[in-house]
């Protein structure tokens, strides 16, 4: 399968549980692997035939700015489920990381993998 990345997409969004958490944005950093078959876009050269992955990309940064959740594996599958609204995606890689979230950390966050059924 190949694969389409979106690399250190940087939102600024309340996510979190502690009052400290929510009563500000802060950052989100995401990185997602579309798992796709680029084949027919490779033989036409056409951009209808590619997924948009600008378009992408500002479809789950919106999400992340606005979603509110409170805890970063919600809004991994959230994020993953939006891959997923492309018919041709058939599986989405989804990390989610909070920068300085934790003390002597670099990051922390989650990553998953979610498939079409």
């Excluded at 940087?10 to 078959?37: C, M, S």
């Excluded at 940064?61 to 991994?76: F, K, S």
């Amino acid at each position: 399968m190949d694969q389409i990345f979106i690399k250190d997409l940087l939102a600024r969004g309340v996510i979190g549980i502690t009052d400290r958490e929510r009563a500000r944005p802060q950052d989100i950093l995401i990185n997602v692997v579309l798992f796709t078959d680029i084949r027919d876009a490779a033989r036409s050269d056409n951009l209808d035939d590619c997924i948009d992955y600008s378009a992408m990309a500002k479809k789950l940064l919106a999400h992340a700015e606005a979603a509110g959740r409170y805890t970063v594996e919600a809004l991994a599958t959230d994020l993953a489920n939006i891959c997923l609204q492309d018919p041709r995606v058939q599986g989405a890689r989804v990390r989610v990381e909070k920068p300085g979230a934790v003390r002597f950390s670099q990051s922390v966050g989650v990553e998953i993998e979610r498939y079409r059924e």
